[in-house]
């Protein structure tokens, strides 16, 4: 029986969030107005971050990619 009740309410709190989806903000407690102002803030790489020095796919995951013929 309590399945059903847990059921309940997860999809009463799905329901609220399809109408306001702002409440997500609210839930987690976070400023919606501060993230969207540090949005580009933080554009570098956190010290130790791997950054991938090919571009070649087919290298990195070593398969073959065809590459695309020019019309």
Do not use: C, W
């Amino acid at each position: 029986m309590k399945q059903i009740h847990v059921a309940a309410v997860l999809y009463g709190i799905g329901a609220r969030l399809d109408e306001k989806p702002e409440l997500l903000f609210l839930l987690r407690n976070v400023d919606q107005e501060e993230l969207i102002t540090n949005a580009g803030a933080r554009t570098r790489r956190p010290p130790g971050a791997k950054v991938l020095q090919s571009a070649k796919l087919s290298e990195l995951f070593g398969i073959d990619i065809a590459e695309e013929k020019s019309k």
